[in-house]
Each structure stands twice: as C-alpha cells, then as structure tokens.
C-alpha cells in the first residue's frame, strides 16, 4: 500500500490500522476488520484461512481476496490459503524502482499459481529475503495509483460480471507500454494444492469457461430487451432505407496532338466548366 494513503496523524499506527481509519472516514457504513500479524506464521496462516472461509457476511465464504502486501513469503501464504481452499484471489505488485507493476488473477487449477513460476530468489532458497539488503522500495504515487486503479478495476469485472477480465496485466512506466495475457498453470508447480486443483478441472470448463458462457448470455439478453417493445402499427408507418445518390461520372478525351498545345491552366479551366 502507497504511503500516500497515510497521513501524518496516523503515525504510530500500524498499517492496517492507519487504513481502516481512513477507509472508515470515507463511509462509515463500511464494515472493515483488521488484523496486524504476520501470517506466514503457522498460528496466523490458520487465521488467515478462518477469515477467509468464515469472512463474509453471515459468517459466510468471502468473495474474492486481494492481495496487497510487500514481500514474497507473504505472497506464498496467501497463495497456498487459497490453493488450498480453491479461493480465486488477486495479486498485485510494484517493482522495487517503481517503473513497473503488475496485477494477475489466480484461479486455483486454471490459471498459474504464484508458485508455479518462481524467480530466481525463490530457487537460491532464500524466499524469506527476497528483498535485497540495503534496498529501499520507491514510491512513485503515480505507479502505485495505476496499479491500484487497476486493480479494483478488475475486482468490479470479477464481482459485478461485466467485461473482459484481465488476467496478467504488466505496466512499464518508462514507455507506458502494456501486456495482457493469461498464464497457464504449471504442472510441475510445487505447491501441491495447485497441484491438486489442476488435476481436478482438467476435464471442466471451470471458472473461465462458466464466466465466458454468462458475459454471452448477458449480451444476448440485453440485445434481446433493445429490440421493439411494441409490434402494433396502426398507422403503417414504414422505416425505409434511403436510396444512394447515383454516382456521377465525367469522362474527358483529349488526343495527344491537343495536348501538346494546351497548357495545365486551360485544362483546369474545361474541367470546371463541366
């Protein structure tokens, strides 16, 4: 989250904390929970599955989680909660120069996990300093607002079911140039849980393929309520199409002799008193 969404009041309050406050002066109706913990942690990974199964209202099963956090260890956690409990989330990511970022879908068992294709840190075993040392990460606000933009953007795609959804967007703020494309699962992931979920919607349509069938069903519904409503026509009124104006031609003959003796302005001037 950009530092920009703080303000110098809030020092001394965690992040979550800090947010929750400013979300809650935007609409008070907002019914927001916050929990400052390390969930890579054996006792708050459980947590993290309880909110997640139990977190929506009713003590029923959240709709979608994004995933806004700083570092890779915390990204696995939430990508093997979700694995785990087939639970599509939303990652999201700045670089460390904030000249570029990211957002990806993940649909356990349809899309690629976040571990199905680790980076360099992560096979060298070191995923719990993925950061490097002596490095600190920029905030460029107009990198993080892109992003986030993009983010709920997407989140609304995904809840309110309208658009295209956008699985792997990638930004590059030196050329402001895009990419947008979806990444398969890996089938030598090695978070078993993906693992498991690939194996069960091999033979599905799954989650991609039921969205598709729905935004269709949509369009054809809403094409089918613009058409007349009302099929009486006591006056035979008649839309008809307007008959194209016929295409006028001039044909101009000169031999060459003549053209040897007439110069350009008196050939424009025969034209136009055609």
């Not at 990460?137 to 997407?154: D, R």
């Not at 935004?215 to 006056?235: G, L, Q, R, S, V």
Request: overall charge negative; aromatic content about 6%.
């Amino acid at each position: 989250m950009n530092r920009l969404f703080y303000t110098p009041q809030q020092v001394g309050l965690s992040k979550v904390e800090a947010a929750r406050e400013t979300l809650q002066a935007i609409n008070p109706k907002v019914v927001i929970e916050a929990y400052n913990a390390n969930i890579t942690t054996a006792e708050n990974y459980e947590h993290l599955l309880d909110r997640i199964r139990r977190g929506g209202l009713g003590d029923t099963r959240i709709s979608l989680v994004l995933s806004c956090v700083d570092n890779y260890a915390a990204r696995m956690s939430i990508n093997r909660a979700c694995n785990d409990i087939d639970q599509i989330w939303f990652e999201s990511g700045v670089s460390e120069d904030a000249m570029s970022s990211h957002i990806q879908v993940m649909i356990p068992g349809e899309t690629a996990c976040f571990a199905c294709a680790s980076p360099l840190a992560i096979v060298e075993n070191n995923e719990g300093t993925i950061k490097r040392e002596g490095v600190c990460a920029a905030s460029l606000p107009t990198t993080m607002g892109i992003t986030a933009g993009f983010l709920a953007q997407n989140a609304l795609k995904y809840l309110l079911e309208f658009g295209d959804l956008t699985y792997l967007l990638s930004y590059n703020a030196r050329k402001d140039f895009f990419s947008n494309y979806m990444l398969r699962p890996n089938p030598e992931c090695k978070d078993t849980f993906c693992l498991k979920r690939q194996a069960e919607k091999t033979a599905t349509s799954g989650f991609v393929g039921r969205r598709e069938e729905a935004i269709k069903a949509k369009i054809a519904a809403a094409n089918a309520d613009a058409e007349p409503k009302h099929t009486d026509n006591e006056w035979g009124i008649e839309i008809v199409k307007e008959p194209e104006a016929p295409v006028q031609t001039i044909e101009v003959k000169i031999d060459a002799k003549e053209a040897e003796q007439t110069n350009l302005e008196d050939l424009m001037s025969r034209l136009k008193n055609m």
